[in-house]
């Protein structure tokens, strides 16, 4: 049995869900299928979440929020009349919405409960089409298929005990249709997982019902090796694993949420990536293990957004504590970091910039140069970050090598390497402006057969 998750391109529109249609009816082990909110028709349209939490704010704000339930009931009527589906789906959930808005709860809870809407209504509109075609389907609620989760909004956790819940759902007959994005709390509060959260309840119903495979619907045909935007045509990835996904994805894939691989993972159900709009193609897979042999490096990520901090003391490495001390500094502000790559007598501290705010910047700096006695401490901001990813990377000869000959050849100044602390990846921090360039060489290196890629040829070290 498979678990199919289609996103908000898939069903932005009529035309869209039709073909979301024909990959149900097309094979019947696709039992629990999980749907978006309507996304993107085209490339400046608005996402019905983004409308929902537009209304949600002008009604918390006391503004005159009329136009903004037009615009959402506009859309969901749309797809309605060109499914040809009745008008009591819509007059459903212009009631959903209308007692929502008059929910007596804090803000958080009645936002969640308005962003939910528009996964509910899809999930609502399929089931009602699947019938429409003779298909047994069905809209089963989220509290219904067993998703307890914790009461945080907008960052919902599953609790353990839904598992067993959710196995049930084989049971079920026909095809069960169930909206994405939220649980329901012990307490019975609707919440929601955090933004592209349809991935995670995909990959929890996956999980729970030891599905053979969670196929995760969206509009590409595979994960491309590299962004798109610096190089034309990347190649595909047929397969990865949920390491080497979770390091793409650390680092700019979006294709799939991050926080979606732990339930795929924990149960070791394979994931495949797929395109409604060309469902032949075979897709991208995330498996638990791959032959890396052939290819050691799988994909190469990157983001803009970090900034790094630089302290520098001499006989850093006999002071008994000196990490720590630095790193509780952060946790005393509330600052998370994300790298700490260091050195005989350095060490840097890698932050998000939004984390690492300009306010808080001065007081760490006093507190760093008045606790820890450092001979410097300075900040670099505009610095990015690129992930060369693959299975079997620290364990190849020469991929180091080739990767900072590639920087090199590009004329690109690496600020800051760190290999070795994750088995799969290794990290290189770059100067913002330089990325493009990077990305560019460093892909010719790994994924072109020009002659380049002959001067360090990657010999396995395995078994030396
Ligand atoms: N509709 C939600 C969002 O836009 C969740 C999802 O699409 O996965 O974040």
Do not use: W
Not at 258 to 267: G, M, S
Not at 326 to 339: A, P, Q, R, T, V
Not at 354 to 372: A, G, Y
């Amino acid at each position: 049995m498979k678990v199919a998750k289609f996103g908000g391109s898939s069903v932005a529109n009529a035309t869209q869900i039709k073909k979301v249609a024909n990959i149900i009816k097309s094979d019947p082990s696709r039992k629990v299928i999980v749907v978006s909110a309507p996304g993107k028709r085209f490339s400046d349209d608005v996402k019905m979440t983004d409308l929902l939490i537009d209304l949600c704010y002008a009604k918390q704000n006391n503004q005159d929020y009329q136009l903004h339930l037009q615009k959402i009931m506009d859309r969901f009527e749309e797809i309605i009349n060109d499914l040809e589906l009745g008008n009591d789906i819509l007059e459903d959930i212009q009631q959903t919405i209308e007692k929502y808005l008059q929910f007596d709860t804090s803000p958080l809870g009645q936002l969640d409960a308005l962003k939910s809407i528009g996964e509910d209504s899809s999930a609502k509109i399929v089931s009602a089409y699947l019938q429409r075609l003779g298909l047994n389907a069905s809209y089963v609620n989220p509290k219904e298929a067993g998703i307890f989760v914790s009461n945080e909004p907008g960052q919902a956790q599953l609790l353990p005990e839904s598992f067993s819940i959710i196995y049930q759902l084989r049971e079920r007959d026909g095809v069960s249709v169930v909206p994405g994005f939220f649980g329901y709390s012990k307490e019975n509060d609707l919440v929601t997982f955090s933004r592209g959260g349809s991935d995670i309840t995909g990959a929890i119903l996956a999980a729970g019902t030891k599905a053979s495979l969670y196929e995760n619907f969206t509009d590409v045909d595979s994960v491309f090796a590299v962004n798109p935007n610096f190089v034309e045509n990347p190649k595909d990835i047929t397969v990865l694993t949920y390491k080497e996904m979770r390091e793409l994805s650390y680092a700019g894939f979006s294709v799939f949420h991050d926080e979606a691989l732990i339930p795929a993972f924990k149960e070791q159900i394979p994931v495949c990536i797929k395109n409604t709009n060309n469902p032949d193609a075979p897709g991208t897979m995330i498996v638990s293990e791959r032959d890396a042999t052939d290819q050691c490096v799988v994909g190469i990520a990157s983001d803009v957004g970090f900034c790094s901090l630089y302290v520098s003391k001499f006989l850093m490495n006999r002071e008994v504590g000196f990490g720590r001390k630095l790193l509780n500094i952060f946790e005393d502000e509330g600052i998370s970091f994300e790298h700490a790559p260091s050195g005989i007598d350095d060490m840097s501290v890698i932050f998000r910039d939004h984390r690492f705010t300009p306010d808080k910047e001065q007081v760490v700096i006093d507190r760093i140069r008045n606790e820890l006695h450092v001979d410097t401490v300075s900040i670099h901001r505009d610095l990015a970050v690129i992930m060369v990813v693959g299975e079997g990377l620290v364990n190849t000869v020469g991929v180091a090598a080739k990767a900072t000959a590639s920087f090199a050849k590009a004329g690109i100044n690496i600020d800051m390497i760190n290999q070795g602390s994750s088995e799969v990846s290794m990290m290189f921090g770059v100067h913002a402006v330089d990325l493009e360039r990077a990305i560019q060489s460093l892909y010719k290196e790994f994924f072109t057969a020009d002659e380049s890629n002959l001067e360090f040829p990657s010999i396995s070290a395995k078994g030396h």
